[in-house]
C-alpha cells in the first residue's frame, strides 16, 4: 500500500511540475482551468480511495534525520514587525482561529506549548523536486479546531501568514493557504513550534508553522497568524485557495 501511495505521489507531483512551466498563460484559458480542476478532483479521490482519508505519511528515526534541512519558500518575512517579535521572542505573537466557529481563540505561543504536543519525523517534499526528513514538535490542529468548534457550514481552513508577498510588503498581500477540514483534522496535520528539537528558526517559519505530512511544501505555510474556517474560498484574493494556487499550482497538493 505504501508504495502505490509513493508512486501516486511521485506521479502527481512530476505531472504537476511539467504543468507549471507554462500554467501562467494556460491559467488565463477556461479550457484549461475547468481540465485541471477535473484532474486535481480525480487525484484527490484516488488518494482517499486507496490510502484512505486518515492514512498516514511515512515517519521516520532520528537517523535519517538530514544535517542540513533546506529552508523553503519565504526565508524572512523582513517586516518591521516581525522584527519586533524575533526581538521580543515572540512574546507577544498570537494566533486566531476566527470564522465559522462558536468560540473564536487567541492563542500564544506559550498556550501552543501547554497543549499536548505530538512530534514526528518526516520527509518535506517541495514541488521544485526535492525532499527533505526533519522531526516537528507541536499541538494538532485538530485539538485547536475542536476547542473554536466549527459550524457545520464550515469546509475549509484558510491560513493567514506574516510574511509579504508583494516588493510593497502589502499586508493584504501576505501569504495564505487553504485546506479542507479533513485534512486540517487529520493526526499528522500540527501547528510545529520545533524543528529537531529546537524552537523554529526565522528561515523555517518561526515561531509557529504549519505542518500537513501528507502535502506539499507550499500547502504548509510559514509565519502563521490566523486560521479562518469558511464554507468557500472563492472570494479570498485570487480565489483559488492559495497564495501558489492563484498563480497557476493546483489546489490539491497531496503526495
Known sequence: ???????LGRAVAGASTLLLGGCYDLSQKPWFTNALGKVE???HAAQNLIAGPQALAPEFTKADIAPVFRANGTL??????YAGHVGSGFKNWRITVTGLVAHPLSLSLDDLRRLPARTQITRHDCVEGWSCIGEWTGPQL???????????EARYAVFYCADPMTAEGDPSHNYYESMDLSEAMHPQTILAYQMNGAPLTVPHGAPVRL???RQLGYKQPKYV????????????QGGKGGYWEDLGYTWYGGI
Open 1 to 7: 500500500m505504501t508504495d502505490r501511495r509513493g508512486f
Open 41 to 43: 478532483d480525480l487525484t
Open 76 to 81: 524572512d518575512p523582513g517586516t518591521p514587525e
Open 142 to 152: 485538530s485539538r485547536i479546531l475542536a476547542a473554536a468548534a466549527p459550524k457545520p
Open 211 to 213: 505542518r500537513a505530512e
Open 225 to 236: 497568524q490566523r486560521i479562518d474556517l469558511v464554507a468557500d474560498y472563492s472570494a479570498i
